[in-house]
T-cell receptor, first 113, second 110 residues
């Protein structure tokens, strides 16, 4: 069964606004990652947060992780039209499953100029 | 320089045919994957190889056969194609937990 579930499924905002996407998962994890996919392209890694971390930043991206609630959020600040893409969370359970990422179904973000 | 490259990018074929997708990575990574993305954008792992050895084999019909001639290459051969095989197939390699994806190969079975 699918590990990650993302919310919302689609998000439409204006340039300059912040975008927040949420991800929930079911089982224990070693780390959680966020990926971006532009239409018709491959996925690009954005950020990885380990299970013992609560928050991580990278440029305009901020990721939080709450292992007690089995949830994560991705915040994109000061969004740009070029941020328009699908965003996926992926969980890595570690152990013998290390490296096997289980993806959510993604959030489609549209940023209007 | 393309890090993970897949060929072909598009593949249209008839049911019952056999087809292959090739993948090469020039990143020096030991581990490579095949993922399938369906029409709803759901990504599911199919196979993983580490240094030419199969380490993950999900519940995939045995019509799908991966082959890794060396750690830089991971090919996917599909026999007796079915309509449900239509999808985008992504190759990826891994370093320190992070996946590097190719651009995908869109397979359409008619």
């Amino acid at each position: 069964s699918q590990q990650g579930e993302e919310d919302p499924q689609a998000l439409s905002i204006q340039e300059g606004e912040n975008a927040t996407m949420n991800c929930s998962y079911k089982t224990s994890i070693n780390n959680l990652q966020w990926y971006r996919q532009n239409s018709g392209r491959g996925l690009v890694h954005l950020i990885l947060i380990r299970s013992n971390e609560r928050e991580k930043h990278s440029g305009r991206l901020r990721v939080t992780l709450d292992t007690s609630k089995k949830s994560s959020s991705l915040l994109i600040t000061a969004s740009r039209a070029a941020d328009t893409a699908s965003y996926f969370c992926a969980t890595d359970a570690g152990g013998t499953s290390y490296g096997k990422l289980t993806f959510g179904q993604g959030t489609i973000l549209t940023v209007h100029p | 320089d393309t890090a993970v490259s897949q060929t072909p990018k598009y593949l249209v074929t008839q049911m019952g045919n056999d087809k292959s997708i090739k993948c090469e990575q020039n990143l020096g990574h030991d581990t490579m994957y095949w993922y399938k993305q369906d029409s709803k954008k759901f990504l599911k792992i199919m196979f993983s190889y580490n240094n030419k050895e199969l380490i993950i084999n999900e519940t995939v019909p045995n019509r799908f056969s991966p082959k890794s001639p060396d750690k830089a290459h991971l090919n996917l051969h599909i026999n007796s194609l079915e309509l449900g095989d239509s999808a985008v197939y992504f190759c990826a390699s891994r370093e320190a937990g992070e996946l590097f994806f190719g651009e995908g190969s869109r397979l359409t079975v008619l």
